[in-house]
């Protein structure tokens, strides 16, 4: 795995606390959305029925969230929610595997070799890296195991977690709180405080709008292949922000502001 | 000495400490059924795990061309159930064995297993134990067969044991004598107390069924009619009792029979569906078709719905886990510390179902066939998931529709006839391919016929394991033997299924060793065997040339190389 660097000058550190660096897994560290992976896991459900409604629900919880993008304000965890609603009655042991399949045969394959050299370079910097995403822990796990195989690893993984009913069956359900395409401020903060990560000198990297949140609350936000609305913030505020089409050079300091921009409109 | 229900004190039992080694230190025991599934694990544990044990007698059939000693042989130079004492020893097997095996030529349908009485005699002086594994697993056997090794190979074993220095019989039995029951199953016999709760006579129920087969065979004078008509009168006989087949019901025959004796030890180990190895001789290994195996190559099939009830326990055990347990009960046994049975079960500690087993199955094979290069395989069968049903297998019109529809279309090309069904024309031009061609469609068809009559057969055989009864096996006794052991025993013998991860043992252990060793036999291949490592000689047999002084009282006996070597009778020795 090729090592890059960080687009950020080494971050001040508090004594009592240490920098973390957080990634987004849909968007970031791949492209595709966490209701793309709801869409996989029903595609293989068991019964050919619940494939067909599976993959139904979770078609119509991304057109949502497309519509939501344009401005429905469904950006909340109610679509995502939705997402996984579709993955009711699913084993723990379907959910699982089919997780590995997914995260080993899509994420890993696809992943952006920009945020892999991210997460290397934010390791190497000593930050402790997590990996935020609004898929099931059985996907998120399984993409961060995958990854450590041979790759840059994460320290820790914030993900959705499935309600499981006794037979260890989906209800359908996602247990609260729920990670939604926006961050909530609150439990971040608080996640923060538990492991002792100082916000502002950790890093952030966001893909979308719904990232804004999460980018707000750190020191050092970037964004990865920003989408319009992140793009035109992100200049606005003088955030760095990395494309795949340029290569990517180490930053230095005096490139913190952008690798392959021109100066923010 | 104990003769309870379970065990005397089991609280008192379980604070005192047990070294396995220590027990098993010089001890000699006869194991019945090495050449079998379990005994070659068992005898490859206790010679891997408890090497000072005294003297390991391994009881097997001569054939035409091969000595017992020699078939025994073979197996230690190229059975993969023994690999792992190749792996460890090398070129120093031979050595190794011969100084703690040897074998005794015999047959259990036979008194005392057909072995010379003054080979008996000197064998007697000097075993601790015999061990009494041999059995035949078939779920419908033919009586006669399944009363000669079942019943009355479990009754030589006790009369051989009663015979010994040591008046111990452990007596591998199975967990299913338990009959056509759900719910909770303690480890319990009650001699003359069938599993329906019907009083019986255990000798006159012997009795009776010897007689219900000679009747039987003298009744049909055709061998297969006769054969099928044992089977359908003894399994009526069964199921009166409450015993769901021939095999459960000769196997508790057998402990009620050995159970009333009162002039040994005995202690019955009772081992659920006996699967693929955890570990031992290494991880996945499986012999022969056993209970699973035929379950597992379904869900890889076509067929999509499985007759099974989901949340039925499967309760499947690592044929290593059995080794586990019946070293446990046999070093019990001998410092006369046992339990009356040890049932060696899943399902109270660590329940799988087979609604989880068709899932994991299907998994397996999604993962198999999405990398399969046949298109059939990629395309379709990966996405044919099996389902659990819910419902009783003759209550499946499915399959016997399949059947009567492959049988259909089977007999249209069988009775293709070009000169009949062809114009002049077209039989002059293409007639000989087509009839080919017919006749090669017919085959095909027939065949598959021939497989989902196989598949209806076997579903209805399973039937009493797979919807109708969930058993919970209680494991008591063997979980208490565990907690006696050091830690540094009880990584080697300790009971260790609470701590199984299903879906790893399944996905990775127990289906690819399926694949490897067991399904392949289904398709009427061959397993083949490891590369010979040859043991530089013949490991010891006793025969009556060799045993023709009596033994001394209290004497403890080994056959000595030298001894072998020049023919002259067995060395005895404190």
């Known amino acids: ?265 | 000495m104990t003769h309870g229900d379970a065990f005397a004190g089991p609280s008192a039992r379980a604070r005192s400490p047990l070294s396995v080694r220590e027990t098993l230190r010089g001890r000699h025991i006869l194991v019945t059924g090495f050449t079998g599934f379990l005994g070659k694990v068992l005898v490859a544990m206790l010679l891997e795990r408890a090497p000072d044990i005294g003297r390991i007698t391994l009881l097997a059939r001569g054939k035409k061309k091969e000595s017992a000693a020699t078939r025994v042989r073979q197996l230690f130079e190229r059975s993969p159930g023994l690999r792992n004492l190749r792996e460890l020893h090398g070129e120093r097997l031979s050595s190794f064995l011969a100084e703690r095996v040897d074998v005794v030529a015999g047959d259990v349908r036979d008194p005392n297993f057909g072995i010379d009485p003054r080979v008996v005699e000197h064998l007697a002086s000097s075993v601790d134990c015999v061990v009494h594994v041999a059995g035949l697993t078939d779920f419908e056997p033919d009586p006669i067969e399944g009363v000669a090794v079942n019943v009355r190979g479990a009754m030589h074993a006790a009369d051989l044991a009663a015979r010994t220095r040591g008046r111990r019989l452990l007596h591998v039995s199975t967990s299913f004598v338990a009959g056509a029951v759900s719910g909770p199953v303690p480890e319990r016999l009650e001699p003359g107390l069938s599993a329906n709760g019907t009083r019986f006579s255990p000798r006159d129920e012997l009795a009776s069924m010897e007689s219900l087969v000679l009747a039987t065979s003298r009744r049909f004078p055709d061998p297969v009619e006769a054969k099928r008509a044992r089977i359908e009168r003894g399994t009526l006989r069964a199921l009166a009792l409450g015993w769901p087949n021939l095999y459960t019901y000769s196997k508790a025959l057998a402990e009620h029979l050995v159970a009333s004796r009162g002039d040994i030890e005995v202690t019955f180990v009772r081992p659920s569906i006996v699967e693929s190895a955890r570990e031992l001789p290494f991880s996945g290994w499986n012999e022969g078709v056993n209970t699973s195996g035929p379950l597992v190559w379904l869900v890889g099939t076509v067929h999509r719905r499985m007759p099974f009830a989901e949340d039925h326990c499967f309760d499947v055990v690592p044929v290593d886990s059995v080794a586990r347990g019946t070293v446990l009960a046999l070093a019990e046994l001998l410092r006369g510390e046992h339990a009356r049975i040890y049932q060696l079960a899943s399902g109270d500690t660590n329940p799988f179902t087979f609604g989880r087993a068709v899932d994991l199955t299907s998994l397996v094979r999604r993962r198999e066939y999405g990398r399969s290069s046949d298109p059939f395989e990629r395309v379709v069968l990966k996405n044919l998931d099996s389902v659990v049903h819910d419902r009783a297998a003759d209550e499946d019109p499915w399959l016997p529709f399949a059947r009567k529809l492959t049988r259909t279309v089977r007999d249209a090309f069988s009775s293709f006839r070009a000169e009949h069904h062809l114009p002049e024309l077209v039989r002059e031009r293409w007639g000989d391919e087509l009839t080919k061609l017919a006749a090669r469609q017919a085959k095909s068809w027939g065949r598959a016929s021939r497989t989902i009559g196989q598949v209806i057969e076997m579903l209805r055989v399973y039937q009493p394991f797979v919807f109708d009864n969930d058993l919970r096996l209680e494991t008591k006794a063997v979980r208490e033997a565990t907690l006696r052991l050091g830690a540094e025993e009880r990584a080697l013998f300790g009971w260790d299924l609470a701590s199984l991860d299903w879906r790893d043992y399944w996905m990775n252990v127990h289906v690819p060793g399926l694949d490897r060793w067991s399904l392949p036999l289904l398709r009427g291949e061959r397993i083949p065997d490891d590369p010979p490592l040859a043991l530089e000689r013949e490991l010891d047999e006793w025969t009556p040339s060799l045993v023709r002084d009596p033994p001394r009282e209290g004497a403890t006996l080994s056959l000595s190389t030298q001894a072998l070597g020049s023919e002259s009778a067995p060395t005895e020795a404190e």
Not at chain 1, 117 to 125: M, N, S, T
């Open chain 1, 1 to 265: 795995m090729q090592i890059g660097g960080s687009p950020f000058d080494a971050a001040p550190r508090a004594p009592s606390t240490r920098p973390a660096a957080f990634f987004r897994l849909e968007g970031v560290m791949h492209p595709a959305g966490a209701w793309e992976a709801a869409a996989y896991v029903a595609a293989n459900a068991a019964s050919m029925r619940r494939r067909l409604l599976g993959m139904g629900g979770a078609v119509v919880s991304g057109a949502l969230r497309g519509v939501s993008l344009a401005g429905a304000g469904l950006v909340g965890a109610r679509s995502t929610r939705l997402a996984y609603s579709v993955l009711a009655g699913f084993s723990r042991d379907r959910l699982e595997v089919l997780g590995e399949d997914y995260a080993r045969d899509v994420l890993v394959r696809g992943a952006r070799p920009s945020a892999l050299r991210l997460v290397e370079g934010a390791r190497r910097d000593g930050f402790t890296t997590v990996l935020i995403a609004e898929a099931s822990a059985e996907v998120a796990d399984a993409f961060a195991r995958a990854l450590a195989k041979d790759g840059p690893s994460f320290d820790l993984v914030l993900a959705n977690h499935l309600e499981l009913d006794d037979r260890g069956r989906a209800t359908g359900a996602l247990v609260d709180p729920v990670i939604a395409p926006e961050v909530d401020p609150r439990r971040l903060r608080a996640i923060a405080a538990e492991h002792g990560f100082d916000l502002e000198a950790s890093r952030a990297y966001g893909h979308a709008h719904a990232d804004l949140v999460l980018l707000g609350l750190v020191g050092h936000p970037c964004a990865i292949e920003p989408d319009r609305e992140l793009a035109r913030v992100a200049r606005d505020l003088d955030w760095p922000i990395v494309r795949a089409e340029a290569p990517f050079d180490p930053p230095t300091p005096s490139t913190r502001r952008t690798h392959d921009e021109g100066a923010p409109a």
